[in-house]
């Protein structure tokens, strides 16, 4: 497998399915954006996710660069992993002999920074066949087949025994789903003790409902973006305490701010920019341990 896409996989989905969960599947399937492939072409990572931290300028360039372009591009992806190597840090101590969950695991580059990490087994789950495809194929490349793995399935009703994971996570894929309906999953298929960690886009209570942003959002991505609160009610109602809440919006509004001046903007840069600096919009990291 070269790093491009892979051929259309036949779309299965594991029962129980809704009408939504197949528009999804559909969605992902087709979804062939510039922004995850070329910087995932980088270094081989290719993550569904933004990122946080401050922007290398001395990195960039001067604007008269002929290589800005590539250089802007590659940092977009450093801050990317930054943000995944984040989460993976809030995960707590993870052990060789033990699996760990990405939920809505995308194309797999978190998958593989995990195992690179911790040396333990990474299980994904996704509705898109063609991400499967691509994260397995990736695996196979890096000779992680036996570590790293992705598979087509509901996240909602995942093929793991109970309790018999270490650790789980979502990241920026929990706006497609039912909170509750999610958190019992999680808190279903984590050991007591375990970690859950979510790194999210969240509308902000304190702003009244959602913004027009937030709406423009939604529609954007076919996803339902929930309220910090909401999160924050359904892990306590799924055996998941908060062990730290962190906001990450001032660490990723440079992202936003660098990919609005790259050649891959999909015209929904306006909607996160304006979101989070008028308050509407949060990016926030939730770990909560299983109880």
């Known amino acids: 497998m070269t790093n491009t ?23 992902w399937d087709g979804e062939a954006r510039p922004v995850n492939l070329r910087l995932g072409a980088v270094d081989g990572l290719y993550h569904h996710h933004y990122g946080i931290g401050e922007i290398d300028h001395a990195a960039l360039g001067t604007p008269e660069d002929s290589e800005r372009e590539k250089k802007l591009i590659t940092e977009l992806h450093r801050l990317e992993s930054a943000q995944a190597d984040f989460l993976l840090g809030n995960l707590g101590e993870i052990g060789r002999d033990d699996t760990v969950v990405d939920a809505g695991c995308g194309r797999g580059g978190s998958m593989v920074m995990a195992h690179q990490r911790f040396g333990c087994k990474v299980e994904g789950v996704t509705l898109s066949a063609k991400q499967a495809e691509f994260a397995n194929g990736r695996a196979r490349e890096l000779g992680l087949q036996d570590h790293v793995r992705a598979q087509v399935c ?23 789903v039912d909170l509750q309906d999610l958190f019992a999953e999680h808190s279903r298929v984590l050991s007591v003790g375990g970690r859950y960690v979510t790194i999210t886009g969240c509308w902000n209570p304190r702003y009244g409902q ?14 339902n973006i929930h309220s910090r609160r909401e999160y924050l009610r359904a892990m306590a109602d799924n055996r998941l305490v ?14 936003w701010e660098l990919r609005a001046t790259s050649s891959l903007v999909t015209g929904i840069e306006e909607a996160f920019i304006n979101s989070y600096r008028d308050g509407s919009f949060q990016y926030v990291l939730i770990a909560a341990d299983r109880v």
């Not at 996989?9 to 939504?20: F, G, H, K, Q």
Request: hydrophobic share 35%; glycine share 2%; charged share 15%.
């Open 5 to 27: 896409e892979l051929t259309t996989a036949p779309l299965s989905i594991p029962n129980p399915a809704t009408p939504y969960q197949g528009d999804i599947a559909r969605y």
């Open 154 to 176: 509901n996240m909602l009703d995942m093929p793991f025994e109970t309790g018999s994971a270490a650790a789980s996570w979502n990241n920026e894929s929990s706006m497609y």
């Open 210 to 223: 959602p913004s027009k942003w937030v709406s423009q959002i939604n529609a954007h991505f076919e996803c």
């Open 242 to 255: 908060p062990q730290a809440v962190i906001d990450l919006t001032p660490d990723t509004l440079p992202y």
